[in-house]
Structures are given as C-alpha cells and as structure tokens.
C-alpha cells in the first residue's frame, strides 16, 4: 500500500512529526549530516543545534556556507507571529539569528500581523504591542545585536513593495496549484448519497476558509524575496531558517523565485547515452550521415538483440537536437571515440561536442531575445567555457563542456545580467529545517497550551511548577529506574535540555546517566530547574533594563513598525 506523505500545514497547532528521516524524503530536501557539519567546521564554529542534529534538513544551505568563508553579503530572514506569548520553541530561531549575525548576515524581521488578521482576525493595535513586547524584547534580550548588524524589522501592513510584489506573484499561480501545496479546501467526512445506485456518493468539501488566507502565502513569499529589491540590497543570497512545518511556503517560494527570471537554467541528463552533437546547422543532416558512418566504421554496431529477442538501438538520432547518442554499454572508452573521429572528420571535428549531459539556458522573455543570450554567451565565455551554441529561434543557448562546471558561478553570473538590465531578480532563498520541539506535557509546545510550555515572561516560581510537573521518560519505580535505566527520548525534560542548555557536555552526560539508571528523574528535574530558574531571572533583568534605558523605543521607533495614531492602527 503507497504511504501519504505527512501533512504539513503552516498554520496547524497539532503538528507532531514522528519521523523526520522520511521527511527529507518525502520533501525533497537535504539532510543536514555530520560531512556538512565537518564543511561548517572549516569556516566557522557550528551552532549547537546542528551538533546535536536539531538543524537535520535544509536546501542550498551550501550556498551560504560559501559566503560565509568568502565573506559575501547574504540576509538571513525570519518572521514572527504576534498571536501570542514567546516561549522556548521560538528561541530555537533567535539563537540561529544570533548565529547568522555573528557569520555576516544581515538580518530582517518581519512582523506578520497581516498574516495574523487574515488566519486569526487580530487588528494591527493588538498584534503590533505582542510584537514589540513578546518578540521584538526579548530578541534583544537573547543578544540579537542591533548595533553592530543591520537588523531590520518591519510590519507587513507598512511596506508598500511588500503588497505589490505579492500581488504580482498571485498572477503565476492558479487556485488548483495553491490548494495542491497547502490543502485549503478538505473533504469532510460526510457524503451526500446518491438516489442512482449506479452513481457514486458526492464528497463534501469545507470551503469556509478565509479567502484572505489564501492569499496570504504570496505575502510570505514577498516576505522573503523583497530584501532582494535594489531598494534594500539588491539581489544577494538568503537563508531562512524554520521548522518543517513552514516548509509548504519555502517550497512556493523557491518556485515563484525561479518562474521570475528571465534565464531559465536546465541541465539535460543524457539517460545512460553519451550525446555527440553538431553546431552545422546548415547542414545538420549531412553532419549527421558523416557521423553515424564513422560510428559504425569503427565498429559499433547500431542494434543488439536483448534476451527476449528485441532489437536495441546503440545509436539514436536526434535530428530536432542535431545530435546522436550512443548507449554507454556499447562505448568502451569515450576517449576512444575522440581520438577515432578527430582522424576521421578531419577539419570537421571542430563542429562537434561530446557529452554526457548538456545545460540548456533558456530566454523567457519575448523582447531582445538575442541580446540576453548573446549577454549570456559573453559572460560564460568570460567564465572560461568556449563550447556553447546559440539558437535564437529557439530561445536558448546550449552549453557543452566536459571540464568542471560551476553550476552555481553560472547561475549568479546570469543573475547579475539580470540585475544590472534592470529586471526584478531573485535568488532561490536556502533554507534550513530544526525539529519541533514537544511541549511538556508530551504534544506540541504552544503558546494556546499554557502548561505545554515554559514562556519567557514567565516567574521563576511558575517555570519550577511547569518542570515539576513534565511527561518523563522514567521508569514506574526508582527500582526499575535503576536496573532497566530510563528512556530520554520519551522525556520532555531532556527535550528542554537537549534543544536549550548551552553545554553540550552536560546534555551528552545527561543522556548517559539516565539509559544507565545512575540518575533519577527527581535529580534530574531538580538540576533543570535549578538552570532554568536562574536563567529566566538573567533574561527578565535583561528586559527590564532594555526597556528602562530606552533603548527599546529607540529601536522600535527606527524601524517600519505601525505607531499609535497611525491609519492602521484600530
């Protein structure tokens, strides 16, 4: 029986995934191992949630790996929902911002209050005092830095660009693609019978849903993009680090992204062939016939029978590609094949390319088609590839070269045409995937279950009720405990630990002492709550001497943020 994937849904508060092995799979992403871990080693110190497998997808993140160790510009952007209190599962994000800070990003927020009305009615003068007091506090009191690193912070309701861009996205998607992604409309479980026997049942679908929140994905897909406009940087690489929940909106993202240039870069796989091509197009049949008659001259042979009998072509032409392919099993040594026709065609040889795979660049513009490609020829001529052909008829530029191709200083080259030409251009924003944390009562951590939670306004005194009184992995008797040893993975108190304490040593002996029964979950408790006690009492010192040194208000009062008074506000 086919498996269904998992449904991910954004804006779901009981998510919980069991296995994030098949999620890489199911999604198509990459797993964030120990190799790339051991390449973040070369440039940088890894971040503890990458060490402890936290971080365990991303895509491209390779991509800012690399600026990182060259020292390039890339933004790192997050967004923050202002529907509710800020509690431990969101810090997971604050200490990856300080972490791209830190490597050279700039960092850009973005208040989702438009998300927030559309998904949950809240009008901007109540989303915006959650922002500021909730979010945007306690990210300074964590150490996002805002004196040293350009930070940004915007509401969505205040930037005009914003809205523009998505609605110009809306128009490159249909409704039938969207509910693909996220599933708006769901069937229910009722159907309505039919009097016909013969006829099948009719399913009943919900169409309640908002049709702003419809909407709303292509305002989060301008979220990400827009840091991109000249206005505020211009095209540059970007990251967004989030849980595998928000992936649905990465996904569109990097969709819209790449359907918005105007070179679109394929690279066309052979399948088990080796392609000869010719560049005489004047006189691609002719080119063809010598080409094939020394193939078989030297002994290959254009059909071998299988075991049940069939013919199987060696040879194939592609007369619409000007080419000929080769099965690989009939090709003992490609250099064979060169050294053969650089005899025989002579003067000729020089027409024609050998490859396994070949990069098609694509015009998708339908003005000055021949000057982007003729653009695109110089600037890969300049990158040091000289085997190419330009077909303006057919809007694209072919690229062979067996030597090393750099895909990516190929697609930034074309990028920079695009941008300098004027054109709106975006790179493919990379992203990276953290697990989600379990609450402590063993479901999601929430901020609409206040026991599944320890919030970062909470007392001291409510932070050692809420860990007291945490699903454990432990035993039914300390006897037990001890002989059988307990079960961390089952534990919401070494979740906390695992996902929060700075010391990875006391995390990794944590973990050992409780398999081996040497620790019991009572000592165990009372260890976290010494740490977390002490470190929230840190963090409310922190906020209270943001907000009494006015340093707060200088930096909300600085950025794009609705003010009282404004139109918005209601």
């Given at each position: 029986m086919r498996r269904e994937k998992t449904r991910i849904d954004p804006w779901a508060r009981d998510i919980v995934i069991e296995d994030y092995k098949q999620q890489i799979t199911d999604w198509g992403l990459s797993p964030f191992d120990d190799e790339l871990i051991k390449n973040v080693q070369k440039t940088t110190t890894p971040l503890y949630l990458?060490?402890?497998?936290?971080?365990?997808?991303?895509?491209?993140?390779?991509?800012?790996?690399?600026?990182?160790?060259?020292?390039?510009?890339?933004?790192?952007?997050?967004?923050?929902?202002?529907?509710?209190?800020?509690?431990?599962?969101?810090?997971?994000?604050?200490?990856?911002?300080?972490?791209?800070?830190?490597?050279?990003?700039?960092?850009?927020?973005?208040?989702?209050?438009?998300?927030?009305?559309?998904?949950?009615?809240?009008?901007?003068?109540?989303?915006?005092?959650?922002?500021?007091?909730?979010?945007?506090?306690?990210?300074?009191?964590?150490g996002i830095d805002y004196k040293k690193h350009k930070v940004e912070i915007y509401s969505q309701w205040m930037r005009p660009e914003l809205l523009k861009l998505s609605m110009a996205f809306s128009g490159r998607k249909t409704f039938g693609e969207m509910n693909s992604i996220y599933g708006f409309i769901k069937p229910t479980a009722n159907y309505i019978p039919s009097e016909d026997l013969k006829k099948k049942p009719t399913q009943v679908f919900d169409w309640s849903i908002s049709a702003?929140?419809?909407?709303?994905?292509?305002?989060?897909?301008?979220?990400?993009?827009?840091p991109q406009l000249k206005r505020y940087g211009g095209p540059r690489p970007v990251v967004v680090p989030v849980g595998i929940d928000q992936d649905p909106h990465l996904r569109l993202t990097r969709d819209i992204a790449e359907k918005w240039r105007v070179y679109n870069f394929v690279i066309t796989e052979e399948n088990g062939y080796v392609a000869i091509y010719t560049t005489d197009r004047e006189k691609a049949d002719e080119s063809l016939d010598s080409l094939e008659k020394a193939l078989v001259d030297m002994g290959i042979e254009k059909y071998t029978m299988t075991e049940k009998g069939e013919k199987e072509a060696n040879i194939t032409r592609m007369p619409n590609a000007t080419a000929i392919l080769i099965r690989n099993k009939a090709v003992s040594?490609?250099?064979?094949?060169?050294?053969?026709?650089?005899?025989?065609?002579?003067?000729?040889?020089?027409?024609?390319?050998?490859?396994?795979?070949?990069?098609?660049?694509?015009?998708?513009?339908?003005?000055?088609?021949?000057?982007?490609?003729?653009?695109?020829?110089?600037?890969?001529?300049?990158?040091?590839?000289?085997?190419?052909?330009?077909?303006?008829?057919?809007?694209?530029?072919?690229?062979?070269?067996?030597?090393?191709?750099?895909?990516?200083?190929?697609?930034?080259?074309?990028?920079?045409?695009?941008?300098?030409?004027?054109?709106?251009?975006?790179?493919?924003?990379?992203?990276?995937?953290?697990?989600?944390?379990r609450g402590l009562t063993g479901g999601k951590m929430s901020s609409s279950d206040l026991n599944s939670a320890i919030f970062l306004t909470d007392?001291?005194?409510?932070?050692?009720?809420?860990?007291?009184?945490a699903q454990t992995g432990g035993r039914e008797t300390i006897t037990q405990q001890k002989e059988k040893g307990g079960e961390p993975t089952k534990c919401?108190?070494?979740?906390?630990?695992?996902?929060?304490?700075?010391?990875?040593?006391?995390?990794?002996?944590?973990?050992?002492?409780?398999?081996?029964?040497?620790?019991?979950?009572?000592?165990?408790?009372?260890?976290?709550?010494?740490?977390?006690?002490?470190?929230?009492?840190?963090?409310?010192?922190?906020?209270?001497?943001?907000?009494?040194?006015?340093?707060?208000?200088?930096?909300?009062?600085?950025?794009?943020?609705?003010?009282?008074?404004?139109?918005?506000?209601?």
């Open positions: 990458m060490k402890r497998g936290i971080l365990f997808a991303h895509r491209d993140f390779d991509i800012i790996l690399d600026c990182i160790e060259k020292k390039k510009l890339f933004v790192m952007i997050t967004g923050l929902m202002p529907s509710g209190k800020m509690h431990l599962g969101h810090k997971l994000i604050v200490d990856q911002m300080k972490w791209y800070q830190e490597n050279g990003a700039d960092l850009v927020i973005a208040i989702s209050d438009i998300e927030a009305w559309m998904a949950r009615g809240m009008p901007p003068s109540v989303t915006t005092k959650i922002a500021i007091e909730e979010y945007i506090t306690n990210y300074l009191a964590l702003g929140k419809t909407f709303f994905p292509f305002i989060q897909v301008a979220d990400i993009l827009h040594d490609m250099s064979w094949i060169q050294d053969y026709l650089r005899d025989y065609l002579d003067r000729d040889y020089e027409n024609y390319y050998f490859s396994n795979n070949r990069i098609g660049i694509f015009v998708r513009a339908d003005k000055n088609i021949e000057k982007l490609l003729s653009l695109a020829r110089d600037t890969l001529k300049n990158l040091g590839y000289n085997k190419m052909d330009v077909i303006p008829k057919y809007r694209a530029l072919y690229l062979y070269d067996n030597t090393d191709i750099k895909i990516k200083k190929i697609e930034e080259s074309l990028i920079t045409i695009e941008s300098d030409l004027g054109l709106p251009v975006f790179y493919k924003p990379a992203s990276t995937y953290n697990k989600l944390i007392s001291p005194d409510v932070v050692e009720y809420k860990i007291k009184n919401m108190i070494y979740e906390l630990l695992l996902f929060n304490h700075p010391s990875d040593e006391f995390v990794k002996n944590t973990y050992a002492s409780c398999v081996s029964g040497s620790l019991t979950c009572s000592e165990c408790k009372q260890k976290t709550i010494e740490y977390f006690k002490e470190w929230i009492m840190a963090l409310h010192d922190r906020r209270e001497k943001l907000i009494l040194s006015g340093e707060l208000e200088a930096l909300v009062d600085s950025q794009d943020i609705i003010k009282k008074g404004d139109p918005l506000w209601w």
